[in-house]
């Protein structure tokens, strides 16, 4: 079991700068990919960039080169640092982490989600 709290959001000024954190109670060792979501006003919720357990990291074309997702196992915590900050990248930010394991030919899979935090980008 690991449970996940975002912290970090808030509101910034475009072209700001915030740096998400996503601290974890249980182990982010046994997790294989930890991400971070978005859902914006009125919209669906998105992906907005992952990292794996072998430190691969991926975004969505909107956000690279300003986005930087990481991860710092001792302190079981993993970030999003958010530069260059624009008005479309307001919304609810949600950290996940998804455990897949494979026992005896059967598979599981676990996902844990935080509750969120608010990221406000004035123009």
């Known amino acids: 079991q690991v449970k996940l709290a975002e912290s970090g959001g808030g509101l910034v000024e475009y072209g700001g700068s915030l740096r998400l954190s996503c601290t974890a109670v249980g182990d982010l060792r046994q997790i294989n990919t930890m991400g971070w979501y978005r859902q914006p006003p009125g919209k669906d919720h998105e992906l907005v960039a992952t990292?794996?357990?072998?430190?691969?990291?991926h975004y969505v074309d909107s956000v690279k080169g300003r986005f930087t997702i990481s991860v710092d196992y001792a302190k079981n915590t993993f970030y999003l640092q958010m530069n260059a900050l624009k008005p479309e990248d307001t919304g609810v930010y949600h950290c996940?982490?998804?455990?897949?394991?494979?026992?005896?030919?059967?598979?599981?899979?676990?996902?844990?989600w935080g509750r969120g935090t608010q990221v406000t980008v004035s123009s």
């Open positions: 990292i794996t357990s072998s430190g691969d990291t």
């Open positions: 996940k982490a998804e455990k897949r394991s494979e026992y005896q030919g059967a598979k599981y899979e676990y996902d844990y």
